[in-house]
Structures are given as C-alpha cells and as structure tokens.
C-alpha cells in the first residue's frame, strides 16, 4: 500500500464540519502537515503537527494525531463554500531532510 | 509567513523547444529547493531536491538530462524541460525551505501549468 493515504472524496453541507482522515506507515515520522490546493493553484500549508503532540488548533481547523494508530485528521469548523480545495496529508522525518511524502489528496466539495 | 514564486505561471511551447522556469524564495533565504510534478487528480511527485551551489538530486526515473536544475544562489532556483514534448505536459511545482524555523517545512510556489503542442 501507500505510504500515505487518505481517502479521495468529501461532500459536506455549508456551515457544518468537515473531518478529513489521513492514515500513514512510517512510525519514525517527526511532522505531520495539511496542505490545501485551490484549483489550478499550488499548495498552501495550512498547518502541522509534530510528532509528540496530539492535537493543534488553529482557528477553525483542529489536527488529531494518534501515533499510535498513525493516523491525522483535520477538522474544520463552519465549512464555507471556500473551503472548497483539495487537501494533502504528507509526513516527513528529521533523517530524510524533512521531504514530505504527500497523500493523493482528498476532495472537499461544500455545498450550500 | 514565507513566499515562494514561480514564473512563469503558464506557458504554451511546440514539441522540440526548451523551457524554463524559475522558482524564488521573497522573503527568506532558501537553502534547499524542491521540484515537483503533479498530473491531473494526482499527489505530487518529487522530481529532485538541489541545494545551493551543489548539483541537484534526481529521484529515480526522472531523467537529469532532460530536467536541468540549477540553483545558483539562496533565492533562484531554475527548471528547465529540454526538447519538451507533449508528455512533458503537466503542473510544475516548486518549493523551498530555509535554514532555522523554515526547515522542518516546505513553502510552496504557485506552479507552472507547461503545455507542449
């Protein structure tokens, strides 16, 4: 399987929260990133974590981490139409020059 | 935070023709500088890493011949798709990172969307 993996496709309602999960293999990961790309755009980083934490919150976005499940979410409240992108989860580890390894990306539509 | 360009942001050249684009670092200092590729609905996919003033790192499968990659100073980095041809065609993404707090992340450039006819 993937290294990282994340599912393709969220469809929320306008105003509600959206939970993008993220599962990854590497147990020596030491940060954990989302990263948000609009249409046509490049990629805009949006938050991360690292690896001994096991939440942030920053405004309306909240990362989980459970290393031992090695898994991420990202949650954002009161979903708004501009919200609209596709999402990456990526990992990188102090020994690998902090490369992320990027997820395929998941797709949040929101709807009014 | 920090911001990363490329230039230029579309570019439309015939089969056989060179291309290059660059990728800057504004406001800080970037010691590492990345390239990436992405194909439609895709993740992305790692070209090569160059590092100032040493030649660049190719991942596997990416012919180094066929991507130039120079990084001149902490600011420049340029890509360069040599006798492009139509499967060259895709989304160009830079990114760099910086000595200190930047390190641990990678800021993106806007991309590049290449079209070779």
């Known amino acids: 399987g993937e290294d990282v993996e994340q599912s393709l496709f969220l469809s929320v309602r306008e105003g509600d929260s959206s939970v993008i999960n993220c599962t990854y293999t590497?147990?020596?990961?030491?940060?954990l990133y989302w990263y948000k790309q609009e249409p046509g755009a490049g990629l805009q980083l949006l938050t991360y974590?690292?690896?001994?934490?096991d939440m942030k919150q920053d405004q309306r976005l909240t990362v989980l981490l459970n290393k031992k499940d090695k898994h991420l979410s990202l949650r954002i409240a009161d979903t708004q139409t501009g919200d609209s992108a596709i999402y990456f989860c990526a990992e990188s580890i102090r020994g690998g020059s902090y490369i992320p390894t990027f997820g395929r990306g998941t797709s949040l539509i929101v709807h009014p | 935070g920090a911001v990363v360009s490329q230039h230029p942001s579309r570019v439309i050249c015939k089969s056989g023709t060179s291309v290059k684009i660059e990728c800057r670092s504004l406001?800080?200092?970037?010691?590492?500088m990345f390239w990436y590729r992405q194909f439609p609905k895709q993740s992305l996919m790692l070209m090569a890493t160059?590092?100032?003033?040493?030649?660049?790192?190719?991942e596997q499968g990416v012919e180094k011949d066929k991507f130039l990659i120079n990084h001149a100073s902490l600011t420049l980095s340029t890509l360069t798709v040599t006798s492009a041809h139509p499967e060259d065609s895709s989304f160009y993404i830079c990114?760099?990172?910086?000595?200190?707090?930047?390190?641990?992340?990678?800021?993106f450039g806007p991309g590049t969307r290449l079209l070779v006819l």
């Open positions: 974590i690292f690896s001994n934490m």
């Open positions: 406001d800080f200092q970037a010691t590492t």
């Open positions: 990114s760099a990172s910086g000595a200190g707090g930047t390190k641990e992340t990678q800021y």
């Open positions: 160059s590092n100032e003033g040493s030649k660049a790192t190719y």
């Open positions: 590497d147990s020596s990961s030491t940060y």
